[in-house]
């Protein structure tokens, strides 16, 4: 474990290298990213000594004996409590390994990942253009070579490829096309909105049913998190009979 360095004491209270650093946590990341030069430490660590140097104002001052900060401390302590026994009223909950099994195993179906292909193009804004395309790709442009010389889809750049997707993220008429080619066919010209396009289907999987490693991480949050959410609203209606609660309208 590193030393946690002494960077400054004011009237003999330490500032920690971990009170500056859990300052830069309380920054959002632009901010952070910004003070993370030795000039913004430097800058970060005054702010500490700043508000160290109030707070020894303060205690002279006795302003902890004001009836105002006394109110404001009671609400800080409330809410601090009420967070707190929410917290630890949940974090005692667990779902075993069985219970996450039982559900995968009853609910199978819905782990079903769907079928995925991996797929170029050729965009070009006719279907004059596209026929000659594909009559240069016939006798021998690759298909790549081809979509680097005259698609106007930034894909152009890896060869028309487009990547892996599964139905439902294309536009209609592309995917329909697409779903249903052979491997390494290319199709004849295929109207959408965005022009006419030469596709090309590089790779497939299959539909398949997730394996319980698979999904077992996620499916254990997402389960924890229903029992919580479902004892959060039990305990509350419980507490109700124990406490009076009245709503004014």
């Given at each position: 474990?590193s ?17 500056l ?151 209609p ?19 959408t ?32 998190a ?24």
């Open positions: 474990m030393e946690n360095k002494i960077l400054a004491t004011v009237n003999e209270k330490a500032i920690y290298e971990s009170d650093n859990e300052l830069m946590q309380r920054l959002n990341p632009q901010q952070a990213n910004q003070f993370s030069t030795k000039e913004g430490k430097e800058i970060l660590l005054q702010e500490l000594i700043g508000q160290e140097l109030f707070y020894f104002d303060a205690l002279e001052k006795k302003l902890d004996e004001d009836e105002e900060f006394k109110v404001e401390i009671e609400k800080i302590k409330e809410n601090v409590l009420k967070s707190y026994a929410i917290r630890k009223e949940l974090d005692s909950l667990e779902i075993s390994e069985e219970e996450v099994k039982e559900y995968f195993e009853k609910n199978k179906l819905h782990f079903k990942a769907p079928e995925k292909i991996r797929a170029s193009h050729i965009l070009v804004d006719g279907e004059e253009k596209a026929n000659e395309i594909k009559q240069e790709i016939d006798n021998g442009l690759s298909f790549e070579e081809a979509a680097e010389k005259y698609s106007k889809c930034p894909s152009k750049e890896k060869g028309g490829d487009l990547g892996e997707f599964q139905q439902g993220v294309m536009v008429e592309f995917e329909n096309k697409a779903f249903e080619m052979e491997l390494n066919e290319i199709s004849e010209p295929v109207e909105q965005f022009g006419f396009h030469l596709i090309k289907v590089v790779n497939r999987t299959d539909a398949k049913i997730s394996s319980f490693e698979d999904v077992k991480s996620n499916l254990t949050a997402q389960l924890l229903a029992k919580q959410t479902n004892y959060y609203k039990e305990k509350i209606d419980l507490l109700k009979e124990k406490y009076q609660v009245t709503i004014n309208s």
